[in-house]
């Protein structure tokens, strides 16, 4: 087990903060909101790791820097991702991301400060998703850049959207704006900007009431369904993403 001090700065992407056991995990880039790309896409499974091996960790708030909570990428994993080898990182950090983040074994508590269109289901796979009146949710860097939605967001959608509402939603690339998001029981409170981080605070104190033994135990109740679904579709499906990547000779598609 990695101690706070060293894995809580060992991060370019990711700032951390714990008081009372309550970790607070803050997405960035260069200290602005942050921009996804190869950086987070390898940094993020090893952090999730690291949070989840530390037992002083007692609640988790997970939270993004500036106004937006993922709002843009870089053209840093599109350019490794059209040949098998190149892809094999993808693959492999892809499987870890989720697989990490759902080993964490005490409620996680998210604030989505804003729109999250790049891994949203980072984020609404928390136990408590609260979000900024100013956020919204998308699936933008799969089929409508035309990707194969297979790196967990396949079922994670799905399942909270229900299935017809969930594939609608990937093959469209709509937006859910954080009111539509409540109503369709993607978040489960909506507020200002200036409220949301005092609220998940406030949240995770009430948490904090219990014993250790019942937030761990209770978080592993919760997301065991979703480890069992990770474990049975993501692979295959972050699969299915990379052979629909691989180019024809000539550069084309088919």
Same mark, same amino acid.
């Given at each position: ?55 002083? *960790?007692?609640?988790? /708030? ?11 990428? #870089? ?12 892809? #094999? ?23 989505? *400060? ?13 136990? /408590? ?31 909270? +959207?229900?299935? *017809? ?18 109503? +369709? ?48 579709? +993501? ?14 000779? #000539?550069?084309?598609?088919?």
């Amino acid at each position: 087990m990695r101690s706070f001090d060293e894995y809580s700065t060992a991060y370019e992407s990711v700032r951390m903060s714990r008081q009372d056991g309550v970790l607070e995990v803050e997405f960035h880039t260069q200290g602005g909101s942050m921009i996804w790309g190869a950086l987070p896409h390898r940094e993020l499974p090893d952090a999730f790791g690291a949070i989840a091996g530390d037992r002083e *960790n007692r609640i988790v /708030i997970l939270t993004g820097a500036g106004t937006e909570f993922c709002s843009a990428r #870089d053209e840093s994993l599109s350019k490794t991702r059209d040949s098998p080898l190149g892809f #094999d990182v993808i693959y492999w950090e892809g499987k870890k991301l989720l697989e990490a983040l759902l080993s964490i074994e005490v409620p996680v508590i998210a604030a989505v *400060n804003g729109p999250a269109r790049y891994h949203a289901e980072l984020a609404v796979l928390s136990d /408590i998703v609260l979000a900024s009146s100013t956020a919204l949710f998308q699936d933008k860097p799969h089929f409508p850049s035309g990707v194969v939605p297979g790196d967990g967001v396949q079922f994670v959608w799905q399942s909270l +959207l229900g299935v *017809n509402r969930g594939r609608y939603f990937l093959l469209t690339g709509q937006e859910i704006a954080a009111e539509e998001a409540l109503r +369709l029981g993607v978040v489960s409170e909506v507020l200002t900007p200036e409220a949301l981080l005092p609220r998940a605070r406030e949240l995770a104190k009430q948490l904090s009431a219990n014993s250790d033994l019942t937030l761990r135990y209770t978080r592993v109740a919760l997301v065991q369904h979703l480890r069992r679904q990770v474990l049975l579709d +993501l692979g295959y499906g972050l699969a299915l993403e990379g052979l629909a990547l691989m180019r024809e000779p #000539d550069g084309g598609q088919r």
